[in-house]
């Protein structure tokens, strides 16, 4: 097996998602996959999930017709779910597979394509990108890893160079500010209008909730969620080829 050469454009690339017990994100992760395939057609790209939904990656690993494969996870910050839960399921594979060789891509944030496909969805619900009369909240999903938060926080910090009039993080869960706290205070520190951003990569439980939440507490507009964003295929062949292009990974990976 080796990962260079003609047999790259064969390696299947199987994409790892959270998943949800909402039919609408399995629909929507398989809409960014068929982006994916329209953009590099003859690439096998295989779903799967690691809660909620069928397949889960070890089958789909388990059952591919093939010697090697990219493993992608489709995950927003590097957390519990990219630090944990997937490296287990892969030493599994390894020990039922153990001749497949496996590379393990980054996960998809952060990356400035990311801040394009925010700004996409924001425009889609009428707000300019870096309009000076907009202060955005940057909503996350929010986790028990201070690093995964911190890159949420980072991600904020850097977004408010595009002009806005100003940009602070929020998350959903695990930790603070919430997203109404973070409108709230917006608003009090006078912002003509507040646009909520989605990072969520499909709709489901926190996305709608955060929906709700923000518009209750004065926010001006929230974003869809990511989805099939022509930014967010063009990331994930990004990193299918970062995967491919480093050097050997250890089996524990």
Request: aromatic share 0%; glycine share 4%; hydrophobic share 40%.
């Given at each position: 097996m080796t990962w260079t050469g003609r047999r790259r454009a064969e390696i299947p690339l199987v994409a790892v998602a959270h998943?949800?017990?909402?039919?609408?994100?399995?629909?929507?992760?398989?809409?960014?996959?068929?982006?994916?395939?329209?953009?590099?057609p003859g690439l096998p790209v295989h779903a799967s999930f690691l809660d909620h939904a069928p397949p889960s990656p070890d089958r789909v690993l388990q059952g591919l017709d093939a010697d090697a494969a990219v493993v992608l996870p489709l995950l927003l910050t590097a957390a519990y779910h990219s630090k944990i839960d997937l490296p287990g399921v892969l030493a599994e594979v390894r020990t039922a597979r153990p001749r497949l060789g496996l590379r393990t891509a980054g996960t998809l944030g952060p990356h400035p394509l990311l801040i394009a496909a925010l700004e996409r969805r924001l425009a889609e619900a009428g707000v300019r990108r870096g309009d000076p009369g907009t202060a955005v909240v940057l909503v996350a999903a929010g986790s028990s890893d201070p690093a995964a938060n911190a890159v949420i926080w980072s991600m904020a910090r850097g977004w408010r160079e595009a002009g806005w009039w100003g940009v602070i993080p929020a998350f959903a869960s695990a930790t603070g500010p919430s997203p109404a706290e973070a409108v709230a205070a917006l608003r009090d520190a006078g912002a003509p209008r507040v646009a909520v951003a989605s990072y969520f990569l499909a709709p489901g439980h926190f996305a709608d909730k955060v929906r709700a939440e923000s518009l209750s507490a004065g926010a001006t507009v929230v974003s869809g969620v990511l989805g099939a964003a022509p930014e967010l295929a063009e990331l994930v062949l990004h990193r299918h080829d970062e995967a491919l292009a480093g050097p050997p990974q250890a089996a524990a990976v």
């Open positions: 998943g949800s017990r909402d039919p609408r994100a399995a629909a929507t992760v398989e809409s960014l996959l068929d982006a994916v395939r329209a953009r590099r």
